[in-house]
């Protein structure tokens, strides 16, 4: 298994190479400068100007089952300048706060040459390599192949390959560990006990494993693409999970470069520059992954709603970008790793779904409704969470249901669902994910669970007018 590596020329800058016959569990990288963590928070020392030629990547060499960058097999002649530069990535950051993805991905590859790739999903982050393709500096690309990835991506794969004129290497999971995971669990374990497990043997492992040859990444991530784990992102970053060649913390930067940009403006960025997409976008997918944790969305719905649909909205990562989960406020996870907590049992998110048609239902309040068995009028509630992304996408359609519904004998509420209520919630109001809505009939103690992701006002006052 080898990294993925691939440039758009025959020469790299900089370099680093691993033994050929070392065993996957020793594997060690001969250094080439060196990391180090400074007393200031978000500073690493790296050697610079380090630069070497190397074959072709066309060259095809031999095969090397070990994990290494597959220009990093090639030997070759060193030079390397002495000097040392301290880095602060925080300030860094912020000096390139309001600059384009173009002139990030130029930065990130002038200062690491080939010791920095970019980690492509198959998705719209085919947006970072027509980017690197324009500065005109050698870049390499990598991907994980979990083995169940939708056959639309794979060919996609081979169309970027023809395209930029690049061989993708990929990175795969062990498989003993996948055959341990299936016998004991099944195939779609994930469906019960969350996402987690499969991902961190199918993703998160060998990830791990293409990184150690590295001393920085570059991933698509943006800050609109995920509620609540990726809203502060910074463009440059000392990585706060994974390693890179020099080994411990502060050894692997994380550069971000699309973290500003609007999803909109990448997709204009694409169809201006005619890069070719996979054909999933074209049927509603928007978030792409692996095929059973993915689905197509509908309008109206947030992206990341197409990913892991089962679980809470508020932590949907799947280990890769980790580091963006709080573990002291907003977003820690829960017992299964799969829901979202706060550590007061509270947030200070803005309340939503205000109106003067809406009534707001209190612990009690809801209770009591629920107990009712004979109401004097029905009643459809959201269970919701303010911090919820998608929640927030149909504020505005359920507020106009509350607006149409005035005076017709319907009552519309909202309950807020997330922190210390949120286990009430779950054990007796059908909370499975923010949010959910319920219908609590005139003669009918027991509420009826709205069953579609469809939450434009339209559908919504089907729902009503079908049980009502």
């Given at each position: 298994?080898?990294?993925?590596?691939?440039?758009?020329?025959?020469?790299?800058?900089?370099?680093?190479?691993?033994?050929?016959?070392?065993?996957?569990?020793?594997?060690?990288?001969?250094?080439?400068?060196s990391f180090r963590v400074l007393d200031r928070q978000g500073m690493v020392n790296l050697s610079s100007q380090r630069r070497c030629a190397v074959r072709?990547?066309?060259?095809?060499?031999?095969?090397?089952?070990?994990?290494?960058?597959?220009?990093?097999?090639?030997?070759?002649?060193?030079?390397?300048?002495?000097?040392?530069?301290?880095?602060?990535?925080?300030?860094?950051?912020?000096?390139?706060?309001?600059?384009?993805?173009?002139?990030?991905?130029?930065?990130?590859?002038?200062?690491?040459?080939?010791?920095?790739?970019?980690?492509?999903?198959?998705?719209?982050?085919?947006?970072?390599?027509?980017?690197?393709?324009?500065?005109?500096?050698?870049?390499?690309?990598?991907?994980?192949?979990?083995?169940?990835?939708?056959?639309?991506?794979?060919?996609?794969?081979?169309?970027?390959?023809?395209?930029?004129?690049?061989?993708?290497?990929?990175?795969?999971?062990?498989?003993?560990?996948?055959?341990?995971?299936?016998?004991?669990?099944?195939?779609?374990?994930?469906?019960?006990?969350?996402?987690?497990?499969?991902?961190?043997?199918?993703?998160?492992?060998?990830?791990?494993?293409?990184?150690?040859?590295?001393?920085?990444?570059?991933?698509?991530?943006?800050?609109?693409?995920?509620?609540?784990?990726?809203?502060?992102?910074?463009?440059?970053?000392?990585?706060?999970?994974?390693?890179?060649?020099?080994?411990?913390?502060?050894?692997?930067?994380?550069?971000?470069?699309?973290?500003?940009?609007?999803?909109?403006?990448?997709?204009?960025?694409?169809?201006?520059?005619?890069?070719?997409?996979?054909?999933?976008?074209?049927?509603?997918?928007?978030?792409i992954g692996c095929e059973p944790c993915t689905r197509a969305v509908l309008p109206g719905q947030h992206e990341r709603e197409g990913r892991w649909w089962?679980?809470?909205?508020?932590?949907?990562?799947?280990?890769?970008?980790?580091?963006?989960?709080?573990?002291?406020?907003?977003?820690?996870?829960?017992?299964?790793?799969?829901?979202?907590?706060?550590?007061?049992?509270?947030?200070?998110?803005?309340?939503?779904?205000?109106?003067?048609?809406?009534?707001?239902?209190?612990?009690?309040?809801?209770?009591?409704?629920?107990?009712?068995?004979?109401?004097?009028?029905?009643?459809?509630?959201?269970?919701?969470?303010?911090?919820?992304?998608?929640?927030?996408?149909?504020?505005?359609?359920?507020?106009?249901?509350?607006?149409?519904?005035?005076?017709?004998?319907?009552?519309?509420?909202?309950?807020?669902?997330?922190?210390?209520?949120?286990?009430?919630?779950?054990?007796?109001?059908?909370?499975?994910?923010?949010?959910?809505?319920?219908?609590f009939p005139r003669h009918s103690s027991k509420p009826i669970k709205y069953p579609s992701e469809k939450r434009d006002v339209d559908s919504l006052m089907?729902?009503?007018?079908?049980?009502?």
């Amino acid at each position: 298994m080898a990294l993925a590596v691939t440039s758009s020329s025959s020469s790299f800058s900089g370099s680093c190479f691993l033994r050929s016959n070392a065993s996957s569990s020793d594997l060690k990288a001969a250094q080439i400068g060196s990391f180090r963590v400074l007393d200031r928070q978000g500073m690493v020392n790296l050697s610079s100007q380090r630069r070497c030629a190397v074959r072709p990547v066309n060259a095809e060499p031999k095969r090397n089952d070990s994990m290494v960058p597959q220009a990093a097999a090639t030997t070759f002649d060193l030079e390397m300048s002495e000097k040392v530069e301290a880095v602060d990535y925080e300030r860094l950051a912020k000096e390139l706060e309001k600059a384009s993805p173009l002139e990030i991905i130029d930065k990130a590859l002038e200062k690491f040459g080939n010791d920095i790739a970019i980690a492509f999903s198959g998705a719209e982050d085919v947006a970072l390599i027509e980017y690197a393709k324009l500065t005109g500096r050698p870049f390499r690309v990598f991907s994980l192949d979990t083995g169940r990835l939708n056959p639309e991506t794979y060919q996609f794969f081979d169309e970027v390959e023809k395209h930029y004129g690049i061989h993708i290497e990929y990175m795969f999971p062990d498989a003993v560990e996948v055959q341990a995971l299936v016998r004991s669990k099944g195939l779609f374990s994930f469906y019960e006990d969350g996402h987690q497990e499969c991902c961190r043997v199918r993703k998160v492992r060998p990830l791990r494993r293409a990184l150690k040859g590295l001393r920085a990444w570059i991933t698509g991530q943006r800050k609109d693409q995920s509620p609540g784990t990726r809203s502060e992102i910074p463009v440059v970053q000392v990585d706060p999970v994974f390693e890179g060649i020099d080994g411990g913390i502060g050894s692997l930067v994380k550069w971000n470069p699309l973290a500003n940009v609007d999803g909109k403006d990448i997709w204009n960025f694409l169809r201006a520059m005619n890069v070719p997409v996979n054909s999933l976008h074209s049927q509603g997918y928007v978030s792409i992954g692996c095929e059973p944790c993915t689905r197509a969305v509908l309008p109206g719905q947030h992206e990341r709603e197409g990913r892991w649909w089962w679980e809470d909205a508020k932590a949907k990562e799947c280990g890769l970008h980790k580091g963006n989960l709080k573990q002291n406020g907003a977003a820690h996870l829960n017992g299964n790793g799969n829901g979202a907590a706060y550590a007061n049992g509270t947030a200070t998110e803005s309340d939503i779904f205000n109106s003067q048609n809406l009534v707001t239902l209190s612990r009690p309040g809801i209770e009591n409704l629920a107990k009712l068995e004979d109401r004097r009028e029905p009643w459809i509630v959201v269970l919701y969470a303010p911090w919820c992304r998608f929640c927030q996408a149909m504020e505005a359609s359920y507020v106009e249901l509350a607006d149409k519904l005035a005076g017709s004998g319907v009552k519309v509420g909202k309950f807020r669902a997330d922190g210390d209520q949120k286990e009430y919630a779950k054990k007796e109001l059908q909370l499975g994910s923010f949010p959910t809505i319920l219908f609590f009939p005139r003669h009918s103690s027991k509420p009826i669970k709205y069953p579609s992701e469809k939450r434009d006002v339209d559908s919504l006052m089907a729902f009503v007018n079908a049980l009502r």
